[in-house]
């Protein structure tokens, strides 16, 4: 596991490991950080990785994850009610 807006992390956990998934959210529970999804898209599929982001707080309206170049992407309705 890493923090998902430490970049620099990310890409030695790319270099040294067989990542397979990136998951996160973003924006991030429960300090609403935003993360850099077009980066790390880029770092994650030039690797192989599969990029998952769970856009609950942002919502697929404001998110959209193929604006963002993510293959996959979350929100649960429940937690805006």
Known sequence: MIEPS????????????DVTLFFSES????YLRCVDVRRIARLCHAAG???CIDSTFATPVNQART???VQH????PA???
């Open 6 to 17: 430490d970049l620099d992390a990310l890409e030695t956990a790319l270099q040294d490991r």
């Open 27 to 30: 924006p991030t529970n429960p």
């Open 49 to 51: 990785a599969t990029v």
């Open 67 to 69: 604006h963002l170049n």
């Open 73 to 76: 992407s979350s929100c649960v």
């Open 79 to 81: 937690r805006q009610v």
